[in-house]
């Protein structure tokens, strides 16, 4: 457990009131039950609590780091130094009208899915069922079922460490389950903008319902996992041409779905279903499911994740890469 400064502690309750917390576990908050605790824990519910955390840490040295709805992440079993800010700006504007939505980075991307869709409002209601905030989607470029948290983005507000300014969508550099927030981490994201297109409120929420269902049986509401672990291949971003060459001599070619390779398939294919680490499991049913069976640990996550890329590097030749986020 981390050393709590006396003069820090004093300083941050000044400052945040009921907003902080000491020594704080993340395994409560992460979607995979996983993680020591926070040293300081701030939820951040105004654009100024970010702002205060990330200058009062800058001020005292401190590391800090931003967290959404931690459905995203592997956070270590040794706790966090610094400070954690969880997002927690859940402002939202909708315009039904204009067909346009202002929505508080912290806000959790399901309850704004029901809202759109009440208003009639189509571009996110296959997302219904991903957890975690519009922020954290963002940030991962997150999507299901064909639709992406980008499609419908105008801009975005951020913090930058200095100033809060809109970018726009262009700026985001937005890629498969990437985005410029992923190498510029000092950029926190703290509203977003979307347009959206009119649709009859029923069909959408039926859509939402059905894919929630759907979701429900890979993804039991009691099991402990941060989603697919690793992102899936991206045929055309396989280099040099030649390990490209190797590697589609060496799988089913049907398997290929709009440019992309399942990873779960190539994890199947070295036998990582049902591999264990202590209480770390890869799930029965799909190889690219790492959950976590009770007691789990991240050093357990990493040596299993690690062993599994060991072997698809053997017998594949790519590096398979992590879409989740180790804190
Ligand atoms: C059961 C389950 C199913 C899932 N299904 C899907 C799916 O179908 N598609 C999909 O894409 N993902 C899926 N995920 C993964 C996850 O839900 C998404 O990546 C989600 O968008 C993460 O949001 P979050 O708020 O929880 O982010 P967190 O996990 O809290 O954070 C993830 C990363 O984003 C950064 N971040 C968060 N908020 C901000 C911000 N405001 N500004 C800057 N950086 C920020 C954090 O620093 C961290 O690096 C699933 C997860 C689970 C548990």
Sequence with gaps: ????????????????????????????????????GAQYFISAQHK????????????????????????????????IFGIVIQNSLQTLQINAEKQICYVGAGHPLLSLVHALNRHGL????????????IGGAIYGCAGAYGQEIKNCLERVKIFDGEKTRWITKSQCRFGYRTSIFKQRKNRIILEAEFQFTSADPKSLKKISRDIIKIRAKKYPPDLKCPGSFFKNIVIDAIRPVALKKQFLSKIDLQKINHGKLASGYLLEQIGAKGQKRGDIAVAEYHGNLIYNT?????????????LLKKKVQKKFGIILEEEIQYL
């Design 1 to 36: 457990m981390a050393t709590i400064s006396k003069v820090i502690k004093a300083d941050l309750e000044k400052i945040f009131g009921e907003k902080v917390v000491f020594n704080h576990p993340l395994s409560k908050i992460t979607t995979l039950g996983i993680g020591g």
């Design 48 to 79: 100024e609590d970010i702002i205060r955390a990330i200058h009062f840490a800058k001020k005292h040295f401190i590391p800090h780091y931003l967290i959404g709805g931690a459905s995203n992440i592997v956070a270590n079993d040794k706790g």
């Design 122 to 133: 189509s571009g996110m209601e296959k997302m219904a069922g991903i957890p975690g905030t």
């Design 294 to 306: 009770g007691n789990g640990k991240s050093k357990d996550v990493k040596k299993l994740a690690n």
